[in-house]
């Protein structure tokens, strides 16, 4: 398995723009999580999905961050409009089903390192 | 919800020390407690857990400890070298979700 993949890697952008952070969790995993870390805040739940359904998005800071999860193999979170405050880089997570060997074993992917100027 | 408070921020320690990390939790409902470790520019990654019904958990050169009457657990490596370096971070599973903590970074020189 090529672990949770997660575009792109790097983004550069200007304020009041669009970014739309992608991620593809590790097949099986029914569990998909969104974390942004900052050196300030360390490493910061934004949103998590049971089966592609939003469960918890206490998180999410603002209106401006939105996430989706379509099917099983694919996820977005969405800033609009982004700011500068809004730099960091966000990871995507996933986790196997409860009950396993492996329950509870969050992978992570690579992040996206995200910069707003 | 959980909170999770980890100590020191910053450890310095001489290849073939020790290193303790600290963390401790706030719900008592917690029974999963895994380490991240995550090196510069990369991901966190899991390098060993535990949960409630142990008290100790040992692979190779690291090993976890925990207190659930004292709600804190504890990281230890013994004979540290220079790519032991990175950040730790320490997690606990409340409803079911992971709460981090903050991080420590380790440096081994």
């Known amino acids: 398995d090529a672990g949770v993949i997660q575009s792109p890697r790097h983004e550069v952008t200007e304020m009041g723009q669009e970014v739309t952070l992608r991620c593809k969790p590790i097949s099986g995993h029914n569990s998909l999580f969104w974390y942004r870390q900052t050196m300030m805040r360390g490493l910061e739940l934004l949103i998590y999905?049971?089966?592609?359904?939003?469960?918890?998005d206490s998180g999410m800071p603002e209106d401006r961050f939105s996430a989706k999860m379509p099917n099983a193999s694919f996820s977005t979170l969405k800033i609009q409009p982004s700011e500068p405050r809004d730099s960091a880089v966000y990871f995507c997570?996933?986790?196997?089903?409860?009950?396993?060997?492996?329950?509870?074993?969050?992978?992570f992917g690579a992040g996206s390192r995200l910069t707003v100027l | 919800g959980e909170n999770v408070e980890q100590h020191p921020s910053t450890l310095s320690v001489q290849e073939g020390d020790s290193a303790v990390i600290k963390c401790t939790y706030s719900?008592?409902?917690?029974?999963?407690f895994p380490w991240y470790k995550q090196e510069l520019g990369k991901r966190p990654q899991l390098i060993i857990d535990i949960r409630s019904n142990v008290g100790e958990k040992k692979d190779q050169r690291i090993a976890v400890t925990l207190n659930k009457t004292a709600k804190h657990f504890s990281l230890h490596i013994t004979e540290t070298q220079p790519e032991d370096s990175a950040v730790y971070f320490c997690a606990a599973r409340g409803d079911s979700t992971l709460t981090f903590g903050k991080g420590t970074m380790l440096l081994v020189s």
């Open positions: 719900d008592s409902a917690s029974n999963y």
């Open positions: 997570a996933s986790r196997t089903p409860g009950g396993s060997s492996g329950a509870n074993v969050l992978t």
């Open positions: 999905f049971n089966n592609n359904v939003p469960i918890d």
